[in-house]
């Protein structure tokens, strides 16, 4: 679940849990900075799902039919974020957690190259605001220890696919984790 906190400006809450029934009530908090130009008002609660490949560099997005109606968990790579959230969007995906890679420090006041920053407002906040304008669905970056947080509470696996490379791929239910 994300929500916002006008409080912390373009940070925002994310609380979760594993298999309880309300994360509001049950659940751990880790903040997440938003984009600055994407939806600012937001509140979504759903099942995290890792995008493979996990950096969402491919042409090709491998496990698109499971996005739908769920939180999409990507990590930072070498394409502009924004080009990574347009192609979740497109799979009815209800969200995006971005995992830095260290890049930034863990309150985003300081991130290397053109992130953004809490300072700055947000995430991609030199980008062009007309290209973010396109997307509806909430996108926070997480610090790198937090994205370990949620990791080790995912059921992910890690399998090899060809031309990618061992990737980390969420079992859902009703499958063999």
Same mark, same amino acid.
């Given at each position: ?10 940070? @925002?809450?994310?609380?979760? +849990?594993?298999? +309880?029934?309300?994360?509001?009530? /049950? ?6 900075? =938003? ?19 996990? #950096?969402?560099? $491919? ?5 698109? #039919?499971?996005? %739908? ?5 990507? &990590? ?10 347009? @192609?979740?969007?497109?799979?009815? !995906?209800i969200g995006v957690i971005i995992a830095d890679d260290?890049?930034? &420090?863990?309150?985003?006041?300081? +991130? @290397? ?6 300072? /700055?407002?947000?995430? !991609? $906040? %030199? ?19 937090? !994205? ?7 059921? =992910?696996?890690?399998?090899?696919? @060809? ?7 969420? $079992? #859902?239910?009703?499958? &063999?984790?």
């Amino acid at each position: 679940t994300s929500r916002p906190n006008d409080r912390d400006g373009p940070l @925002k809450w994310i609380s979760y +849990c594993l298999n +309880c029934p309300d994360p509001n009530q /049950e659940g751990s908090l880790i903040r997440g900075l =938003n984009a600055k130009h994407g939806p600012n008002d937001f509140s979504v609660s759903g099942e995290l799902v890792y995008c493979v490949p996990n #950096h969402a560099e $491919a042409q090709t997005i491998f496990n698109v #039919h499971h996005f %739908q109606d769920r939180i999409v968990f990507v &990590d930072r790579g070498k394409i502009p974020m924004f080009d990574k959230v347009q @192609k979740i969007q497109r799979s009815d !995906a209800i969200g995006v957690i971005i995992a830095d890679d260290g890049s930034c &420090d863990e309150d985003f006041r300081f +991130c @290397k190259t053109r992130t953004g920053t809490v300072l /700055e407002g947000g995430l !991609a $906040a %030199q980008d062009d605001p007309e290209r973010w304008s396109s997307i509806e669905i909430p996108v926070l970056l997480i610090s790198e220890s937090s !994205a370990e947080r949620l990791r080790k509470l995912m059921n =992910n696996r890690s399998i090899f696919v @060809k031309g990618v490379g061992y990737q980390n791929v969420t $079992a #859902h239910v009703g499958e &063999d984790g």
